[in-house]
């Protein structure tokens, strides 16, 4: 079972993946269940490890880690157990937020209401619209957006540094 988790953590470690606190979570899982003799993945060893675990959140996000660890070993090797629905977070999750989606009608209003806040610069407003507009076209971050420098745009291509897994694209 160590050995499963640590090629789990590995693959998530080369894809850009910085969890340090399910990289904890899973290897104390991974001890948990190879003390009790497995070699697969077991509902009855989820359960038993995450049964004196305080809170619902956090017997809820370790489900989650090892229900994706799961899906991971199951895809090699269908002995390892899913764990049933009703332990899955993901369904009727309700403190998770829906996202909200603007027209294009509410986006150029949104770039509009700047030039009526009395910024104190005269290019703040244009500055924001910019943002807005970069933001709503791309799909990219605030973050990433802010960051933007004019040596980032080349003609017809961007260059995105720092992005959400401290990558450049």
Same mark, same amino acid.
């Given at each position: 079972?160590?050995?499963? /988790?640590?090629?789990?953590?590995? !693959?998530?470690?080369?894809?850009?993946?910085?969890?340090?606190?399910?990289?904890?979570? !899973? %290897?104390?899982? @991974?001890? *948990? @269940?190879?003390? &009790?003799?497995? /070699?697969?993945?077991?509902?009855?060893?989820?359960?038993?490890?995450?049964?004196?675990?305080? $809170?619902?959140?956090?017997?809820?996000?370790?489900?989650?880690?090892?229900?994706?660890?799961?899906? *991971?070993? %199951?895809?090699?090797?269908?002995?390892?157990? @899913?764990?049933?629905? %009703?332990? $899955?977070?993901?369904?009727?999750?309700?403190?998770?937020?829906?996202?909200?989606?603007?027209?294009?009608?509410?986006?150029?209003?949104?770039?509009?209401?700047?030039?009526?806040?009395?910024?104190?610069?005269?290019?703040?407003?244009?500055?924001? &619209?910019?943002?807005?507009?970069?933001?709503?076209?791309?799909?990219? %971050?605030? $973050?990433? @957006?802010?960051?933007?420098? !004019?040596?980032? /745009?080349?003609?017809? #291509?961007?260059?995105?540094?720092?992005? #959400? *897994?401290? #990558?450049?694209?």
């Amino acid at each position: 079972m160590i050995a499963a /988790v640590e090629r789990y953590l590995e !693959l998530r470690a080369e894809l850009g993946y910085q969890d340090s606190d399910l990289r904890r979570g !899973l %290897r104390r899982f @991974a001890a *948990f @269940a190879a003390a &009790r003799g497995a /070699v697969h993945l077991r509902n009855e060893d989820v359960l038993a490890w995450i049964e004196p675990m305080g $809170s619902a959140h956090v017997r809820r996000r370790c489900v989650d880690w090892v229900g994706n660890l799961g899906a *991971f070993l %199951r895809a090699e090797d269908d002995t390892h157990e @899913a764990l049933p629905p %009703r332990y $899955s977070s993901r369904l009727g999750c309700r403190d998770r937020l829906i996202p909200f989606v603007y027209s294009v009608e509410e986006i150029l209003s949104v770039m509009e209401g700047f030039a009526s806040l009395g910024l104190s610069h005269p290019y703040d407003a244009l500055t924001y &619209r910019v943002i807005i507009g970069l933001i709503a076209a791309t799909g990219m %971050r605030v $973050s990433e @957006a802010l960051n933007l420098r !004019l040596t980032d /745009v080349d003609g017809t #291509k961007l260059f995105i540094r720092q992005t #959400k *897994f401290n #990558k450049d694209r």
